[in-house]
């Protein structure tokens, strides 16, 4: 059974630090997708790596991909406020026909001023 | 063009009865995912569609299930409600193809009483 564990689960931090969150999986994969969720919201989309070492920047974000290590982490540069909330990162696994995403636990940020 | 379309947006329940959450996904997009988020962890997987049949299903009851229908969308059937289900019920949108994504609707939030 696939597991994914993320860490930290929660993180404060002050605007203008940075931080790196970490994402484990436990079986070969070859897609990862990072989510980022607002308090009662859905599930808005960071980043797809498709492929080992593949990195990804948008904005402060930076995501990147190990799948040898089964590691992904999001780096985070000079935080701001409006990046508070959860982010997630999800693994496919596919067997046979069917392909589904197994989330992590979650981390929820906290940018304090 | 319009995402994915989720139905109704909240709805409440009594324990015992059954419901019945909708989806539309993106244009051409062929595969439709179903997933539980609990207050506080990460989405879990209940059931994959594409091309109107099933393709995969998560840990849950028979008291779940769903359907595709021919323009693609889905519905998600819970019967007999425990107040556990209460939960946002998420559909994911995916074109099937390689290097997709997955792209969520905004949910819909149920509470059994």
């Known amino acids: 059974e696939l597991k994914v564990e993320q860490n930290p689960l929660f993180l404060s931090m002050q605007e203008g630090k940075n931080y790196t969150i970490y994402c484990n999986y436990s079986?070969?994969?070859?897609?990862l997708y990072w989510y980022r969720q607002d308090p009662g919201k859905s599930l808005e989309s960071l980043f797809v790596?498709?492929?080992?070492?593949a990195v990804k920047q948008e904005g402060r974000l930076m995501a990147s991909l190990d799948t040898k290590a089964r590691l992904s982490t999001l780096h985070i540069t000079a935080a701001v406020h409006d990046l508070s909330a959860t982010y997630f990162c999800?693994?496919?696994?596919?067997?046979?026909?069917?392909?589904?995403?197994?989330f992590g636990t979650g981390t929820r940020l906290q940018v304090t001023l | 063009d319009a995402g994915v379309t989720q139905s109704p947006t909240h709805l409440i329940k009594t324990r015992g009865q059954h419901v019945t959450l909708r989806c539309s996904p993106i244009?051409?997009?062929?595969?439709v995912s179903w997933y539980q988020q609990v207050l506080g962890q990460g989405p879990q997987f209940i059931f994959q569609?594409?091309?109107?049949?099933?393709?995969g299903r998560g840990n849950f009851p028979d008291r779940f299930s769903a359907r595709q229908f021919p323009n693609y969308s889905s519905e998600l059937n819970v019967n007999a409600l425990l107040l556990g289900d209460s939960a946002l019920y998420l559909c994911?949108?995916?074109?099937?193809?390689?290097?997709?994504?997955?792209?969520f609707g905004s949910g819909t939030r149920l509470t059994v009483v």
């Open positions: 079986t070969t994969s070859d897609r």
């Open positions: 244009s051409g997009h062929k595969s």
């Open positions: 994911a949108s995916s074109s099937g193809s390689r290097n997709y994504g997955y792209t």
């Open positions: 790596l498709l492929s080992n070492g």
């Open positions: 569609y594409y091309e109107k049949e099933e393709r």
């Open positions: 999800a693994v496919v696994l596919t067997t046979g026909t069917a392909s589904k995403l197994t």
